[in-house]
């Protein structure tokens, strides 16, 4: 069966730029989540997706992230005016949406910002 | 604020032997603990979950017990093998039944042959 997919799977970008990452999660789950993982690190919580609104946000480091999910599937990272400190593995999650359900991880998205 | 510690950046271990690895926390009061495997250029996959008032969990060669007292989850691999090698990460949902995970570094398991 599809699991969760991530595009693209590496992006190199210059700093100021603006970036998309999306996020296909399995069909029928409803929470969606998006972390950030820097090398030797854990995941970092950013926002957490229950159908198409934003349930939490507080993980976003400032305004300059965003993340929509307009139809409850797909989901989309936006970052503007990336800085180099943004290069980092994006990770997308789903789940069924109730909590302590394991979220399924997509393979991420290696972001590179020069 | 909330701190989850996993024992070592690094465990080797032999092949055959159990591997225990060891995550603390603090300023936590956590409703359930996951695991995760990681491999090198993959996201997470999921192992166990283990509840607050589940002392012990086992699936197949592995094994999780969770002691809200001491504030420590141990994850033991009976019988490793050199396929179990890779980084294990827990995580701990932010407490009231929040969705939120919060994942410690992760140790890094290599199961000598």
């Known amino acids: 069966g599809a699991g969760v997919s991530q595009t693209p799977s590496n992006k190199v970008t210059e700093k100021g730029k603006y970036v998309e990452l999306r996020c296909d999660p399995i069909?029928?789950?409803?929470?969606l989540y998006w972390y950030r993982q820097s090398l030797g690190q854990g995941p970092e919580f950013l926002i957490y997706?229950?159908?198409?609104?934003?349930?939490?946000d507080s993980g976003l480091p400032n305004d300059r992230f965003f993340a929509v999910r307009p139809e409850g599937s797909v989901s989309t990272l936006k970052i503007q005016r990336t800085e180099r400190g943004d290069s980092a593995v994006y990770l997308c999650?789903?789940?069924?949406?109730?909590?302590?359900?394991?979220?399924?991880f997509g393979p991420g998205t290696r972001l590179t910002v020069l | 604020s909330q701190k989850i510690e996993q024992n070592s950046e690094a465990l080797n271990i032999q092949e055959g032997k159990t591997a225990t690895l060891t995550c603390n926390y603090t300023?936590?009061?956590?409703?359930?603990l996951q695991w995760y495997r990681q491999d090198p250029g993959r996201g997470p996959v999921f192992l166990l979950l283990?509840?607050?008032?589940?002392k012990e969990k086992r699936k197949e060669r592995l094994k999780v017990t969770f002691d809200t007292t001491l504030k420590q989850s141990l994850f033991h691999i009976t019988a490793s093998q050199p396929a179990d090698s890779a980084t294990y990460l827990c995580?701990?949902?932010?407490?009231?039944?929040?969705?939120?995970?919060?994942f410690g570094k992760g140790t890094k398991l290599s199961v000598i042959p």
């Open positions: 069909s029928g789950h409803t929470a």
């Open positions: 995580a701990l949902d932010s407490g009231a039944g929040s969705y939120q995970l919060t």
């Open positions: 283990i509840r607050e008032n589940e």
């Open positions: 997706f229950q159908g198409t609104g934003a349930a939490d």
């Open positions: 300023n936590y009061s956590p409703a359930y």
């Open positions: 999650a789903s789940s069924l949406g109730t909590s302590g359900n394991e979220q399924f």
